[in-house]
């Protein structure tokens, strides 16, 4: 290791900087390993709507099962594939296993289930991105209105570069959902200029509702503004039925978080679409 340093200059100037290049270059060939080998996988969470009381749709959130660490979750996989090109592969990996699993379901009886894939903003701004899903709609042949993409407000931020890109995907009749909402920079324009469907209440937000006045307030003033704009809302992270009960009274449009489901393998959606309602029916008298 001293030898080593002695013969690097770079290194001996910038240590911590190598090491994070080293590390990151490193955990790069991991990834793209586990993506040849199969390692990642989909768990999904169900969306509980208040308008029809039923699941409407899953959002599909990555895995990797490492043969040696166990099951890592997206924080171990995102943001070292985001540093690179690798994000497109692996996003194109989640879009289709996410397509074909949406179309199992649907065909299974669950005619009317959506799915929704989070999307980095490097996947938006790669050029062929349109196309893979059209393509991917078409090998399953999934209405577009199966699947809704969800991306953060930093891509909003430049928003002549993804203008294009969200404006192709609406044009094929997909929805696109802003993600985290209220935790990024977006100014409230884009809400106006941009092809958005749903917003999606940060969990941050939730979290101390109905305690904290300032959070109700925030989330009261979310709700305000989608119903005005004719946004759809999901509120994230509903832990508890104080939380679910304050969003109904406001008018959010569908919940998700641990109250209804933890992020689940898909042999238990099935039950889960049957179970929750139920479960969820003595909150709604
Ligand atoms: P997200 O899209 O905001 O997904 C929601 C995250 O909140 C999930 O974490 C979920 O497990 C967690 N969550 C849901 N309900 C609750 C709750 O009631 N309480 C608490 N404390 N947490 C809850 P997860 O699965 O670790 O995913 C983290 C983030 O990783 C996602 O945030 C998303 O931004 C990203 N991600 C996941 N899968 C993908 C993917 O395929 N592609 C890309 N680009 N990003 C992904
Ligand atoms: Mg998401
Ligand atoms: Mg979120
Ligand atoms: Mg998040």
Redesign the pocket.
Known sequence: EAKNNGRNRYALYHPALKQKAVHYLTRERELHHALIKDEFL??Y?PHFSLVTKKITGV?????WQHPVKGLL???E??PVA?SSKL?VE??NW?LTEACRQIKQWRTDGHGELRIS????IR?LADKSLQQFIAELLYQYSLPADSLEL?V?ESCLQNELIYITSLEQLENLGIAISI??FGTGYSCLSSLKNLPIHRL?I??SFIKNIPHDSNDCAIAAAILALAQKLNLQVTA????TYDQADFLANLGCDEL????LS??VSPDLIPYLIKKIPDRMKAFNS
Do not use: F, W
Not at 256 to 259: A, D, I, N, V
């Open positions: 989909l768990h969470q959002e599909a959130l990555i895995r979750g997206p924080a996989i995102i985001e994000i692996i996003g989640v894939v989070n999307i980095s996947q969800e953060t993600d985290d999606k940060d969990q994230e992270g509903i832990e998700q978080g641990y109250l933890k992020p």
